[in-house]
């Protein structure tokens, strides 16, 4: 009878022992396949940081072959008179109308008719104005050529001063604008 009052007070202490040395084991023994090798498994660790994402390299500033004039004082009007077509020898009369520092202008007219305008201006007070410039498929002498709507064309000079023919008359076409912008000493202009 003792016997058995012992056995039913250690049976559950010798579980209770048991039961907390098998759950304090840190590590599991490797666990055998069915070839007989043995795998292990890796220690847990810390996720790895993730993977930086490479970030896209800044993005370049649009590289442009136009030269600096930033900051550079704008021509006077005067400066680009000398470099408008003379209306002799042709239909047109030439008429200065407007100078002012960084622009100038001419007036085509034709029997008292005003055909077109002829202006000059100097970029350095609207650098932004170059822009229109990039890609440009025409050319009059070497000059980018762009259209600006329907009744102008422009040529941009020496990366500076640009050049625009603007009908004022529905019979003065695109191809008098361009004959007329290669009228303008744009050589000349663009040594200035």
């Given at each position: 009878?003792?016997?058995r009052?012992i056995?039913?007070?250690?049976?559950?202490?010798?579980?209770?022992?048991f039961?907390l040395t098998?759950?304090g084991t840190?590590?599991?023994?490797?666990?055998?396949?069915?070839?007989g090798?043995?795998?292990?498994?890796?220690?847990?660790?810390?996720?790895?940081?993730?993977?930086?994402?490479?970030t896209?390299?800044?993005?370049?500033?649009p590289s442009?072959?136009m030269?600096?004039?930033?900051?550079?004082?704008?021509?006077k009007?005067s400066a680009?008179?000398?470099?408008?077509?003379?209306?002799?020898?042709?239909?047109?009369?030439?008429?200065?109308?407007?100078?002012?520092?960084?622009?100038?202008?001419?007036?085509?007219?034709?029997?008292g008719?005003?055909?077109?305008k002829?202006?000059?201006?100097?970029t350095?007070?609207?650098?932004?104005?170059?822009?229109?410039f990039?890609?440009?498929?025409?050319q009059?002498?070497?000059?980018p050529?762009?259209?600006?709507?329907?009744k102008?064309?422009?040529?941009l000079?020496?990366?500076r001063?640009?050049v625009?023919v603007?009908?004022?008359?529905?019979?003065?076409?695109?191809?008098?604008?361009?004959?007329w912008?290669?009228?303008?000493?744009?050589k000349?202009?663009?040594?200035?």
């Amino acid at each position: 009878m003792n016997i058995r009052l012992i056995q039913r007070a250690i049976a559950p202490l010798l579980l209770t022992v048991f039961l907390l040395t098998a759950c304090g084991t840190p590590t599991s023994p490797p666990a055998s396949t069915a070839n007989g090798s043995s795998t292990t498994t890796a220690p847990q660790t810390e996720p790895a940081p993730a993977a930086t994402t490479p970030t896209a390299p800044e993005e370049a500033t649009p590289s442009s072959s136009m030269k600096d004039i930033a900051g550079l004082p704008p021509q006077k009007g005067s400066a680009f008179n000398k470099f408008f077509p003379e209306g002799t020898g042709s239909d047109f009369d030439v008429t200065y109308t407007q100078e002012k520092e960084g622009f100038a202008e001419v007036k085509l007219s034709q029997k008292g008719t005003e055909m077109a305008k002829i202006s000059i201006s100097d970029t350095v007070t609207n650098l932004t104005a170059r822009s229109k410039f990039e890609g440009a498929k025409e050319q009059v002498a070497g000059f980018p050529l762009v259209a600006q709507g329907k009744k102008a064309h422009a040529v941009l000079v020496g990366d500076r001063y640009q050049v625009k023919v603007m009908s004022r008359d529905d019979s003065f076409t695109d191809v008098d604008r361009k004959a007329w912008l290669g009228k303008v000493d744009l050589k000349g202009l663009s040594s200035l």
